[in-house]
């Protein structure tokens, strides 16, 4: 069948990154047969990435490394890899997912494990020799359940094992040890529309006792994103994200809701504020600080400018966090907000920014480094192995067009689903 076909080439090529499916026609070795080749064409299944930001923690160090590299296609099955770690002064958080499908609806089950290994190096608990471990490994399952044009459903179910040890002294003593063991299902939505797009992701998450009876709760969490093109390359941003754990037993900090800092509210210090229920709102509009290209006065063609690079933004940030009565170190100051600026960058080379200064409009009482604004920076370099080795060959390079990072159609604006580094 050639329109079943048409329709599963089409498919292959729109949800599967850096391969490409080509079909011809042409006459069967029998008289009156016609046969189809199908071609492949992939390019360099490798990727690295390089990180740096300054989101992390004051006693660990804010200024941060990482690296990454993965595969499109590690085994030519399409099966997805991901290694990586970042690094701080006093913290290491090493992570990797491995993942492969098993239907041709891109089902796919796969195995995820990150950890962090931390020690106190500056502040007042710095002598006590503070240190923690932590270990998430999981077991999951996802699934396109819905897949049209401007349109996609995606379920995904998991099983967890979560574990986190604090000691002082080196480790000579313990403080403690949780033990999580969860079940996760959740459901994730993209919806294109004229002017932008929607994601929205609701989850819900069931730990069981089975190695610390403290791990029985529900955890219900999701978020929305919409992205809107207002023309003329301005971009507007709405983000908001809850959980709410109902009851109000003592939950493990590795399920607890944490805000502040470069991926949620912006002036304020990274995880100022930690609990069992919590959420944030953000509003973010960018806008083109120059033309995005110029005539060249001496050629009279038109060539890129500094607009088509850089772009300014401003953002107003919020976030409520409420823990457990017993637990409630916060004094009422249970609230975040801000307003800032900043700058947005995608240079030509791979090498993207986001630059933002934030100015909290809230004075919270457990914020320990209080300051007027505090900057905020994310840098990331991805270097494009295809272009590199191109420029290596002696052939003639094929017709190719340049793929486009800042776009005014919002539609090409993915990557604004950023969040912090530790995302990824």
């Given amino acids: 069948d050639i329109v079943e076909l048409e329709k599963d080439i089409l498919d292959f090529n729109r949800y599967n990154e850096g391969v490409n499916l080509t079909a ?45 590299i993965y595969a499109d296609s590690l085994f030519h099955n399409r099966d997805r890899l991901s290694l990586g770690s970042y690094f701080s002064g006093g913290a290491i958080s090493p992570f990797a997912d491995y993942n492969f499908p098993i239907n041709k609806k891109d089902g796919r089950i796969g195995f995820m494990y990150s950890s962090t290994f931390a020690k106190i190096k500056w502040g007042p608990l710095e002598p006590l020799d503070l240190k923690s471990k932590s270990y998430i490994y999981s077991l999951y399952y996802s699934q396109p359940l819905v897949r049209k044009p401007g349109f996609e459903l995606k379920s995904y179910a998991g099983l967890n094992y979560k574990r986190a040890r604090t000691s002082i002294l080196d480790d000579w003593m313990d403080l403690g040890v949780d033990e999580i063991t969860s079940a996760d299902v959740a459901f994730n939505i993209r919806k294109d529309t004229k002017h932008g797009i929607w994601y929205a992701n609701q989850g819900v998450s069931l730990a069981v006792p089975i190695f610390d009876s403290q791990s029985s709760y529900v955890k219900i969490n999701g978020g929305a994103i919409r992205l809107h093109d207002f023309s003329h390359g301005v971009i507007g941003q709405l983000k908001a994200n809850y959980q709410v754990i109902p009851n109000n037993k003592h939950i493990p900090y590795l399920d ?15 995880g100022i504020l930690m609990g069992k229920n919590g ?6 509009l ?25 772009k300014g933004a401003v953002f107003a940030d919020h976030a409520g966090v409420f823990p457990n009565t017993s637990e409630d170190i916060y004094g009422g100051s249970y ?7 900043g700058l947005r960058v995608q240079l030509p080379g791979d ?5 933002y200064w934030g100015y909290p409009l809230i004075n919270n009482a457990y914020e320990a480094d ?6 905020h920076f994310e840098l990331t370099l991805e270097p494009n192995l295809d272009a590199l080795l191109r420029h290596r060959s002696t052939a003639p390079a094929a017709p190719r067009v340049e793929a486009e990072y800042n776009y005014d159609d919002v539609r090409h604006y993915d990557y604004f689903q950023d969040g912090s580094g530790g995302a990824l």
């Fill in 24 to 68: 011809n026609l042409t006459a069967g070795t029998q008289p009156g047969t016609t046969d189809i080749q199908l071609t492949a064409h992939e390019n360099i299944p490798f990727h690295v990435v390089g990180i740096m930001d300054n989101a992390g923690r004051y006693q660990t160090g804010r200024l941060r490394g990482g690296a990454m």
């Fill in 256 to 270: 607890q809701f944490q805000t502040g800092g470069l991926a949620t509210v912006r002036g304020y210090s990274e």
């Fill in 279 to 284: 959420y944030y709102t953000s509003a973010e």
């Fill in 286 to 310: 960018m806008f083109p600080l120059m033309p995005r290209e110029i005539t060249s006065p001496r050629s009279g063609e038109k060539v890129p400018f500094v607009g088509k690079y850089v």
């Fill in 335 to 341: 609230f975040l907000m801000s307003l800032g600026m």
């Fill in 351 to 355: 090498l993207s920014a986001r630059l």
């Fill in 370 to 375: 209080r300051k007027y604004g505090r900057f």
